[in-house]
Structure formats: C-alpha cells, structure tokens
C-alpha cells in the first residue's frame, strides 16, 4: 500500500528531515525587531528553494513589511492550502535560555527527546512536518499530492499587517476549497485533535461622565453623582446571578453545540480542577448549567479587563471623580454579530444612566467567531487519520481566542479551515528555551501523510 | 451702653486696623516651604507683640515646625480659647495673580472693597477680626473681656503636624470651656453662620484577588473568576435603589436633625440647583427621602474615591486581572464610630467573596463628626449677636467636611466649638487673588466685639 511506503520513508528519512528543520531554525527570523529584516528574507527564500525541490512553483512574494512565501502545486481534486508562518518571537529574556536560541539541538529529557530552540514549535517545526510530509509523498509516488497551495507567513508574531491586503490582492490565487492551518497544539498535549470552533471578538472601552470637574466629599459627598458608583452599578449587573449575560438579545444567535461534538468533549474528559488550579483557582465561575469547557469554548462571555476612575495612587484623596472608565470585552460564538453586539451593549447602558451622567464610547470594533462546517466529510476523514496515527480518538475541539487567520480565510477568501498542530503545553513558546518534542515532529509528519492520502490522492 | 462705644471705636479705627492687617499679609509665612521658614517666625513673632500690647501675657512656643503663638489673659467668666492660624498657603501660579501676593492692597471691586493678599481671607483677616475687637474693648473698657486664650497656628496649610503633641502637651493650660475657631465663610456669603456639625470621615483601600496572575481572556474567560466583575458587584451593592448605605449596623448611631436646627436648615432655602449648577450638575444624588442640605451636612455617606484594576493603558488588553482595588471613604454623622464602622463594612464585603477570592485591607482609618452642644447658651447668645451685627437671622449650619481642629479641641481638650467666620465663596482661598472683602473684616471684628459682650463681659 502506497501510504504504508511513505510512513516507512518519513520514518527512515527522519534524521534528514530533523537536520533540514535544524537549518531552518538558524536563522533568526525574528518579523518584529527592523535588525532581522534580512533573516526574515533569508528564511523565506530557504523555504521557496525547499518547496521548489519539491516540485511546487514557489516564490518570496514581497509586502510592504516581510515577504510571503506562496507555492503551488496545481492538480487534480480538491485544492488545499496549507498556512504556518516562519517568522518567530523575539528571544528575550537572553540570559534564561539555557542555550543560544538560534543554535538549535536535539536533547534528551525526561519527557523524551526535544529539539531545542526559538521557533521549534511555534511554528517551523510545525509547518515543516507538512512539508516533510510532501517531500516522502514525492519520493515514493515521483509527484507531489492532489491539487495544492502553500501560503507562509513572516509576520504572524508581529501582528500580521501585511496579511488582509495580500489576500485581498490574491483572492483568487488563494482561495481554496479548504485551509490547513498547523499552529495549535495536541489536546492536553496527548490526544490529536482538529479545532473547529474558535471565539471571536468585540471589545470596547466607554466613560461614565458627571461632574465637569472632580469634586470634592466633604463638600458634595452624599450630594453629587459619583460616575465610579454608576460604573459599578452598570457592570455588576452585565450577568444574572447564573452568570448569564444581561445585554438584550445577547444569546440570540448562539447556538447550542452539535451533539455529536458535546459527546466528543465529553469524552476528553478536560480537568479543570488543573487547568484553573495552575493559576490558583478552583472553581469554574461561568453560567452554571454549563460544563467548564462549555464556558471556554463554546459559550459567549462578557468580560470587564479594565476599570479605572477617581484617585488611584498612594494615601488617599477623598474626591468625587468627574468620570470612571471601563474596557469589556465580549468573547462570541456561533453567528453572534460584533456589529450588533456592541450597539445592544451600548443602549443597554444608555438605558441604565441617571440623570447627570453621560456615555463616551471609545474604539468598539470586534470580529466573529469562526464554527467550521463539520459536516464537510473532509473533516471527519481527517480526524479518521489522526486517530489512526496516534492510536487515540481524535478530537473536535474549540479555542477559546481568536486565532485571526482562520477568520481571514473565511471572510475573504471564503472558505473554512481545519486547524491541526501537535504543539505540547509545555512547548515555551514566546518563552525561553522554547523546544518540540521529536514525537510531535515525527507523528506530526506521518499525520499529514494519512490526511493527504484521504483528503488529495 | 458700653458695646455701643466698643463698636464705635471699631467704626473709627478701621483704617488704622485695615494698616496693621496688611502688615501682617506682608509677612510671607508660607509654611508649607521651608525657605519661609523665618517668615514664618516673624510672622509668629508679630502676633506675640501685637497681643502683648494689648496686654496678652503671651509667646511663640517653638515646636518641631513652626512656633504656637499662645497668648493668656486671665479673667472671671468662662473660660474662652480664640484659634486661628497665621501661616498661609503657597502662591504659585504666581503668574496668576494681578499683583505681588505679599503686597496687599485695598481694591474696590463692583462688589465692593477687598483686602487683595494672600492669606487675606484664609486665615490672617479672619484671625484679626478677633484681636480688632479685643483691641477696641481694651480702648474703651482699659482692660480685656473675660477669661481668654488665644492660640494661633503656623502650620494649619501644611497638615498640623505638631498641632496634636503639642495641645496634648498643654492640655492643662488650653483647656477652656468653649473654643471660638475663625476658619469658615458665612452661608451662601451672606448670612452669618455657625457651623455645629462636622462630620467624620472613615476610610480604607481594599483589594480583592483571584488568580495568582493575570490571565488570557481568550483562554481562561468565561471560567475563571474576575475580580473586577467581583469588586463591581460589591460596590453596587454598596447603596439600594434609596441610597442608603447597606453595610449592617451603618445607621445604628445616627441620629435624627435636632427640630430647631431643622427648623434654621429650612429657613435657609439652599439653592442645591446653583450649587451643583457650578459643576455642570443638576440632581441631588443621596438618599431619596432627605433634602440636599441633609446629604451634605447630617448624612452619613459612602464613597467609591478611587478603583483600578486590569489594563487601563492606552488600546487593549483581553485580561483577566488576578486584583481589582478600590478606595472607599464613609462620611461619618452623630455618634458613628469608625472603629464600627469600617470592621462592620470589611465584614460585608467577606460575606459576598465568592470561592477563589480574597480581600486585603489596607489603611484603615478614620475620625468620628463633631457635634457642637447647642443646648449650651453661649451658642444662642452667639446666634443673637450675628444676628443683631448682620441684620439677618444667623444660622446653624453643617459642614460636610472635617475641620480637624475642632476634632482635636473635643477629643484631646474636651471642649466644643463655636466656628465662626465671615469669608464669602469668591475669597479664592488657596488661588491667585485671594481677598477678604472689607465688609467681612469690618462686621467681623464688630462680630466678635458683640459676642465677647456677652460671653465674656
């Protein structure tokens, strides 16, 4: 069987394929700091050489910040792109690595070996097990797989400025059936899994505005509107006492999860009692009727992340403040609407504000979450690939940020993603002494193999 | 009738008054910046020369700071202690000003003529109404009224650091029966007043702590505790619908207005619409069922002064803040006790703490009202002198505030206070171009002559 010989060439081929990653790990392609601009360039035109060994027609495509690599491999069926980013972190603090970052090294821990450096799991080690995948498939059949489009980035760490121009100017190019995307990790670092839910966004900050000028207590204190008690008011009343928001028509677009997926998430029996006892906390505060990965992943919040007013330093001044403000934020799901979210929030404030108090609002802006269609059977043939490989039932599962590209894909190039990566909680990334475990790169290539052979043979 | 020559001789010697006021406005006694630090001694050094000439037995009493001025005249009657305080504040924006702080000048204003000087209302002018009037009673009488001490503060604009070790120092000899304190305006600059209540103030910070650090929005929102959300719902719950204070016990010691200084409050006819007119407001804010005059003056309050916590900088933040903090400040009436009080309020916040929250309690502090025994006659005789002196029926009044003299003349001293004062709103006390208007020095020292004839002759 032809997948068989290609497993059997990644796993023979794999010192090669680790030496190959190592080389693109020297260079420092760090997309946020100006004195790396020329390691940026020399990472992406490593990559178009290695994807123009293998047969794609690839090329350095200059932006206004770094270049995107772009390769294509036109053939028959359905036509995927593969998305990662070979930009990296910066790597201070310098002095906690334990080695030079970009002096890669495979070592033996007690969790198995690593390889050792910036960028080795977020995300070179990552979209190269794609690549590797590609280059044993070419090795074994003489010809690249299916009908495919590689698309790297180089400013994902830097906030992606380039990013919604070049798609817009490449809509067509780049507009695929489906996106793979290979920046996330395996589900409590064990079980594979394919994220199909992610959050959205909408956030603002807003004033609650009184007096024209602080007041003083002694002389207005009982008297005086105080806009820090208004603000209060306002905010503790954002969720009932079973944690559900208060803002009209909040819900109305949220969906309840698909069964077939809440019989999955039940099954990853997710332990919260760590997950929040890491941060020391113990009880999950969300709606009650919800489970905890409910309240992360699947269920939309309000969140107050700042809240500011009156007199904030040392001692004490015993003012009535002119103003208090707040920054709150919304997590969405499902079809929620940041255009129409915002605006129930506002009058919902503008509804709830005494006399002598006003409303300044200040940068709403949001964007939706993304529901993958899973019904696409492309999904479940993948998700049949990682359970084989890993010898675990794979997974759906949510996030519960926002992971942009994914929206990008779907709202100007129109078509969904299946997020799959192998990255481990105890990666580092952004930290020192970031690493990949080899079996994530070695059974992270292998699972590509599986799902091209199902999803572009 | 011997008050008839007194006043008089006040009539009369105005202008030679007005000569030695600003003879003492010359002095800059700025005691806040110790380059005045010799003014402020000359200053002091003045006031013992100009009280020994009317036949004070008195001294500059040194002090870690600025000297006491201490002046005795030893006589039958009750025992009366006069407080002023001749150190003045500083006078920057000096560009602001019309002409040199320090060198005072008569102006006829279209609302009359003023003394233009700093410290010309706040506290020399007033202060000197007092010695005026003991000076024209000596001319006239040969001898001074009754059984007075005069005590003359350096350090009042800088926080009276000496002023508590120093009258517990010298508790035997200024202890009288009733202070007269010159420190206060007349009400809405028109009808003389004596300020009877002054409430307390209690005040703390606290801080309410969830996560041991700050957290993701994105990964942890919906699930964990937020403090902000925490800390809102506490301060809203701080007030009901009413406005009053749900803290259990808060009301416990307050008592009723007295139906005579209601009675006065009424006749008053406050213009709460001016007054928070000025600072862009309109409604009064407090407790549903009391007028604005109660808010202000014989209400007990609570305050949110300050509160902080998450990302308050400049675009956003997705967090979820491990504290949120506030500074809350009570306002205290009648016979509330901060010692109650604030255990009683730190009780009812640990009782709402939802599971993986804490409280800290910073600075807890605080002083209990003042309350002036108006059942003793010396304050109806005195109400009957304003009221004769300034054809206009005097008042008590409240002060929203503290005056933490008369605090101290009660708890370190045991004796109450009558505060009189005859400054008018637009004195522009602590700012450029201060003044004292000649109507308030001239009626004031009169004042005082008519209130030393009858409670001192």
Not at 96 to 125: C, N, Q
Not at 173 to 190: M, N
């Amino acid at each position: 069987m032809s997948l068989d010989s290609v497993l059997a060439r990644i796993d023979e081929t794999l010192p090669e394929a680790t030496d190959r990653l190592i080389k693109l790990l020297r260079i420092p392609s760090i997309s946020t700091d100006p004195a790396y601009k020329s390691d940026c360039a020399r990472a992406a035109d490593w990559l178009v050489a290695d994807l123009r060994s293998l047969g794609f027609e690839a090329a350095a495509r200059p932006t206004p910040g770094h270049p995107m690599v772009v390769g294509r491999k036109p053939g028959p069926g359905r036509h995927l792109l593969f998305y990662g980013h070979y930009d990296v972190q910066p790597v201070d603090p310098l002095e906690l690595w334990h080695r030079d970052p970009f002096d890669p090294a495979i070592e033996d821990t007690d969790k198995g070996r690593v390889i050792r450096a910036r960028g080795a799991s977020d995300d070179k080690g990552q979209l190269m097990t794609f690549v590797e995948a590609c280059r044993a498939w070419k090795a074994v059949h003489g010809d690249l797989p299916g009908n495919l489009t590689i698309l790297f980035e180089g400013e994902e760490e830097s906030g992606s400025p380039s990013l919604v121009p070049f798609l817009e100017e490449h809509r067509g190019e780049l507009s695929a059936d489906l996106a793979l995307i290979c920046d996330t990790g395996l589900f409590e670092s064990s079980r594979p899994a394919i994220t199909t839910m992610l959050r959205g966004l909408a956030k603002v900050e807003f004033t609650i505005r009184a007096a024209g000028r602080d007041l003083h207590s002694g002389m207005y204190g009982g008297l005086a509107q105080n806009p820090i008690r208004v603000l209060s008011r306002i905010l503790a009343g954002l969720h009932d006492d079973r944690g559900r928001v208060q803002v009209p028509g909040f819900y109305d677009d949220v969906d309840e999860l698909p069964e077939q997926v809440r019989a999955q998430w039940q099954a990853l029996a997710f332990d919260h009692k760590t997950f929040l006892g890491d941060v020391g906390l113990s009880d999950p505060a969300g709606e009650v009727d919800r489970t905890p990965l409910e309240m992360i992943w699947s269920r939309p919040t309000a969140e107050i992340n700042g809240i500011w007013g009156g007199y904030t330093g040392a001692g004490f001044k015993t003012v009535l403040p002119a103003e208090a403000h707040a920054k709150v934020s919304f997590r969405l799901v499902s079809r929620q609407d940041p255009g129409k979210i915002l605006p129930a929030f506002r009058a919902w404030i503008e509804a709830q504000l005494p006399p002598d108090c006003d409303l300044v609002w200040t940068d709403p802006e949001g964007s939706p979450a993304s529901v993958m269609e899973i019904a696409d059977p492309a999904f479940e043939a993948a998700r049949g690939a990682l359970t084989e490989e890993w010898g675990r039932a794979a997974s759906y599962v949510g996030c519960g940020g926002s992971i942009p590209i994914a929206g990008y894909f779907k709202s100007i190039l129109g078509m969904d993603s299946m997020l799959i990566g192998f990255g481990k909680d105890d990666d580092q990334i952004h930290s020192p002494n970031e690493k990949y475990d080899m079996e994530s790169f070695h059974h992270g290539i292998r699972s590509w193999a599986r799902i091209l052979a199902r999803l572009a043979a």
